[in-house]
């Protein structure tokens, strides 16, 4: 069964460049920004069904998207993982994440960035 929602992602970098004087004099350049990132957001989960597999396994599809022009032009991310419930308390996740965003700073000076980040993720989720 499918789950909806909505949310927030924050957001925050920063860099420093010092240029050490030698021939030309030193200088030292700082910029940083942070954001918050309004999201939509569903994931759907399905127990795969015993006999080939033992009981306890399952598949997780997770999507959200947002920004819209508040804090990041856009923001999405998507994740697809393999999950196994050893016990009640503790369930744990392989799979695959795409996150990306595209934002550009306001405020006198250039700072942008537009990021996709991709890759293999392994994850445990606890239950208390």
Same mark, same amino acid.
């Given at each position: 069964m499918p789950i909806w929602? !909505? /949310?927030f992602r924050a957001w925050g970098f920063s860099s420093? $460049?010092?240029?050490?004087?030698?021939?030309?004099? @030193?200088t030292s350049v700082n910029r940083s920004a942070s954001w918050v990132?309004?999201?939509?957001? /569903?994931?759907?989960?399905?127990?795969?069904?015993? @006999?080939?597999?033992?009981?306890g396994f +399952?598949?997780?599809?997770? /999507?959200? !998207? @947002?920004?819209? /022009? !508040? @804090?990041a032009h856009s923001d999405w991310q998507l994740i697809g993982t393999v999950d196994?419930?050893?016990?009640?308390? $503790?369930?744990?996740?392989?799979g695959y994440r795409s996150l990306?965003?595209?934002?550009?700073?306001?405020? +006198?000076?250039?700072?942008?960035?537009? !990021?996709h980040m991709k890759g293999p993720i392994l994850a445990a989720t606890f239950k208390f």
């Open positions: 929602g !909505v /949310g420093n $460049l010092t240029l050490n004087p030698g021939i030309l004099p @030193g990132d309004p999201l939509i957001g /569903g994931r759907y989960h399905i127990d795969l069904p015993t @006999g080939f597999l033992p009981s +399952g598949l997780t599809g997770y /999507g959200d !998207v @947002g920004g819209f /022009g !508040v @804090g196994y419930t050893p016990t009640p308390w $503790l369930n744990l996740h392989l990306n965003f595209d934002y550009t700073a306001s405020g +006198g000076f250039d700072l942008g960035f537009n !990021v």
